[in-house]
């Protein structure tokens, strides 16, 4: 029986705060391919860095290579002897295979602290994953915010470099960025696993920025199992996988590993109980990859309709606000029935129907200034835009 | 679905009834489970325990039966879902068999934890640090007033006496009248690298009462100001609640929108700003009287004040958290794990693979997050109080070094 999670809660509600919180990465799988991605960034590489350079590398998909006798990336740590049974998702039975499979956790978490970034796009604050020597990093739809936006990414040491973020499938909660800046030898990166093949059961283990960065703490580690994969009906294919790693606003966005320290997702959204956490599956990644790398934007994100809570007349000539959700953020914002609304954004609209579009293609958390006319006043009023009821 | 069982034999006999679960076909769950998880018999170390007749005539939360004490309902704990979750989340990192692979791990260590209750229900772990009946606890979770019980490894049960408290580390020294106890056996050369296990232990025999990773090593947690959990907006009748956090004291102290609180602490507050001030310097886990107007029916009541971080003033944030402890902020060095404890099960030693007892569960600080102090901070500290405590029980009557929990 898939797990339903009780209320799926998408974690950018800090938004509304200005709070930091989540993102994540992603990838597409495929094993190794490091090779070959090493081998198509070297022109990328050589050219100036710049939008220019960034667009051509976006259209280079990183790809698998056939399996090599060690995956390629930084954070692949060959099973410990006998922890076979353990890995394929039982739970240790003697000491020796417990102290195994906790060498083999602290291994893994050592490894993948250098990958795990935080990002920074606009008021959102998130998590994401490094997963290719030329800077590719995955995170949540819900964190990137936006195709072609200017976001920060905090590497583990603190350091903070330029980014871009790129497409997102919103459908899945799958977004890609990529970094700007080159860095001699290339981005320490993710080695990448395969969400087909995982089993319920399996031991992961789970990286992020709870609550935003924090110098002092760096990447924070959690261990659990995956406890259910959801799959599509039509292809079977995976698009949730729900783990009791517990996660928490900030995480968005941040990888999701295996005992031998493949990437296998990215954190998406929660329940309200503490093992209700789920996360995009990597093979989503890569299905979507080449029209993210395109900064391709589609779907909507589960429980992430964009309002503001007011009600207007579609066909009226004028986008005259006729009633405001008690409550929601029009309200809080202070905008009253009747307000004749002027521009958006300094865009000057002319229809409700306009201002409907605008709020369709914010995101929640988002600050939309509105400028409205209430009698003889103009006005200027702030939106923090809210989530649509499910 | 709702339990009623005994409160010490609640996790064991869950446990077995998740054992049943997995061993037996889903049908003979369906059709059994409601009896097994309500009635199981007391054949676990519950029936070992004595309950005193004082604890049982005091408790108000429950009734006896079969002359054990019983809660209703249930602190339902994450780490041990309820029936119906049973089956689905048969995989969870913390199933019975994972506690259990436990067992050698922990070894001997679990002897020096300890159960402190109050009225029946646990409200602390803690931890044997001398063998003439010493013990350290988290200070917080201790009631304001009533007598604290401490139920030892070997069934038997003590009235705990406050000793002394040490504020900066929320920690309280409790002395209980036993020799020749098992003492624990601190690590205290290093905080374990993260991802390494931890065992929160308990005081029944075999497996602990939750198991977690460590997430990240030692830092500081600054303090937050403590709060009662509601928003405010100034009214005729004092300052009137616009909302309640869940999780909250406000929420405990049976707060709803559109009371108005007129008094705090004996201090009349007819403004949001009075109430402010009334609660400003409150610490964590303090208890405030509330006198409430609700429709013109005038009452008492009592709230908890909590030190929410920031981020976890909102409602949202409180939900998805969990309980949380009233005292969770403003340590100066703890590490992180991501152990799943309810606030009641703070104060006791934290073991790591080999048996070595690496830190004391401080605080439950939101979802994915517990605190320990590490034992590098707790021992030298505990043996500096056990020291004074000796000295001054010697030198002074008894009654003057004890002192108020808050």
């Not at chain 1, 004749?340 to 200034?369: H, Y």
């Not at chain 2, 099960?345 to 590490?374: E, F, W």
């Amino acid at each position: 029986m898939p797990l339903s999670p009780t209320r799926p809660r998408p974690e950018a509600y800090e938004r509304q705060r200005g709070l930091d919180r989540q993102a994540n990465i992603l990838w597409k799988t495929c094993g190794t391919l490091a090779l070959l991605v090493a081998v198509l960034c070297q022109p990328a590489l050589a050219q100036p860095s710049g939008a220019a350079a960034a667009q051509e590398r976006t259209t280079r998909k990183p790809i698998t290579a056939g399996s090599s006798s060690r995956p390629e990336g930084a954070t692949y740590v060959a099973l410990g002897n006998g922890l076979q049974d353990v890995f394929q998702g039982k739970e240790p039975s003697t000491l020796e295979e417990l102290k195994a499979l906790e060498l083999q956790q602290s291994l893994v978490a050592k490894a993948i602290e250098k990958v795990t970034v935080n990002v920074q796009q606009g008021s959102a604050q998130g998590s994401g994953v490094i997963i290719s020597a030329d800077g590719y990093v995955l995170t949540a739809a819900h964190v990137a915010g936006g195709a072609d936006r200017p976001a920060t990414v905090v590497l583990s040491d603190g350091t903070r470099v330029r980014a871009r973020t790129l497409g997102m499938n919103r459908d899945k909660d799958a977004g890609l960025l990529q970094i700007l800046d080159q860095r001699e030898g290339g981005w320490p990166h993710a080695t990448l696993g395969k969400s087909s093949e995982l089993k319920v059961g399996q031991w992961c283990i789970a990286s992020g920025h709870p609550g935003g960065w924090k110098a002092a703490r760096g990447a924070a580690i959690r261990v659990g199992r995956i406890l259910s994969i959801s799959r599509n009906r039509d292809d079977g294919e995976a698009h949730t996988l729900f783990t009791d790693c517990a996660l928490i606003g900030g995480d968005s966005g941040g990888p999701l590993f295996t005992l031998e320290g493949k990437l296998i997702g990215v954190h998406s959204r929660i329940g309200t109980d503490v093992v209700d956490n789920m996360h995009v599956p990597i093979d989503v990644f890569a299905t979507s990859w080449d029209r993210m790398a395109r900064k391709e934007v589609w779907g909507v994100l589960p429980g992430f309709q964009p309002v503001i809570g007011v009600v207007g007349a579609k066909r009226d000539e004028r986008p005259v606000i006729s009633s405001v959700m008690a409550g929601g953020p029009a309200d809080r914002a202070g905008i009253l029935a009747g307000d004749l609304v002027l521009s958006v954004d300094g865009v000057k609209i002319t229809t409700f129907e306009e201002l409907r579009l605008a709020v369709q293609a914010s995101t929640p958390g988002d600050i939309m200034l509105l400028v409205v006319q209430r009698g003889e006043d103009v006005l200027r009023m702030p939106v923090t835009i809210g989530v649509a009821e499910q | 679905m709702k339990y009623r069982y005994s409160q010490h034999g609640s996790q064991a006999s869950q446990q077995v009834v998740k054992k049943v679960l997995l061993g037996l076909s889903v049908l003979f769950c369906l059709a059994f489970g409601q009896r097994l998880s309500g009635d199981w018999p007391a054949e676990q170390p519950v029936a070992t325990l004595n309950q005193p007749a004082a604890v049982v005539t005091t408790a108000e939360a429950g009734q006896p039966e079969n002359g054990q004490f019983v809660q209703d309902p249930p602190r339902r704990s994450a780490f041990l879902p309820d029936f119906s979750a049973g089956l689905r989340h048969s995989n969870q990192r913390s199933n019975f068999f994972m506690l259990r692979a436990f067992h050698d791990a922990v070894g001997e260590s679990w002897k020096s934890t300890v159960q402190l209750t109050s009225g029946g229900e646990q409200v602390a772990f803690g931890a044997i640090v001398d063998s003439d009946g010493w013990i350290v606890t988290k200070a917080s979770e201790l009631p304001a007033s009533g007598n604290v019980f401490c139920r030892l490894y070997d069934g038997t049960e003590h009235e705990a006496d406050l000793v002394e408290t040490l504020s900066d580390l929320d920690l309280a020294l409790l002395q209980i009248e036993r020799e020749h106890l098992p003492v624990v056996c601190w690590d205290a050369s290093a905080i374990p690298d993260r991802g390494r296990w931890l065992a929160t232990t308990d005081v029944r025999a075999g497996v602990p009462s939750a198991v977690g990773v460590v997430s990240a090593g030692a830092q500081k947690v600054d303090q937050a100001s403590a709060v009662l959990g509601v928003h405010l907006v100034d009214s005729a009748q004092g300052a009137a609640v616009t909302l309640v956090l869940p999780g909250s004291g406000a929420e405990e102290a049976g707060l709803q929108i559109g009371d108005s609180i007129y008094n705090v602490n004996g201090h009349e507050v007819y403004t949001r700003e009075a109430f402010l001030a009334a609660v400003r310097g409150g610490v964590g886990g303090q208890v405030v009287k509330l006198s409430v107007n609700r429709a013109d029916r005038k009452f008492e009541t009592y709230g908890r004040l909590m030190d929410l971080a920031d981020e976890l003033l909102d409602e949202t944030e409180m939900e998805v958290n969990g309980r949380i402890s009233a005292r969770a902020t403003g340590f100066q060095r703890v590490f992180l794990h991501d152990t799943v404890l309810e606030p009641n099960q703070c104060g006791g030693p934290l073991v790591n693979t080999d048996g070595k007892v690496v830190g004391l569960n401080i605080a439950r600080a939101g979802r994915v997050c517990s605190y320990a102090l590490p034992a590098d901070v707790v021992q030298p500290a505990v043996e500096k109080l056990i020291e004074q405590a000796k000295l001054v029980s010697k030198t002074v009557e008894p009654e003057s070094n004890l002192r108020p929990i808050r």
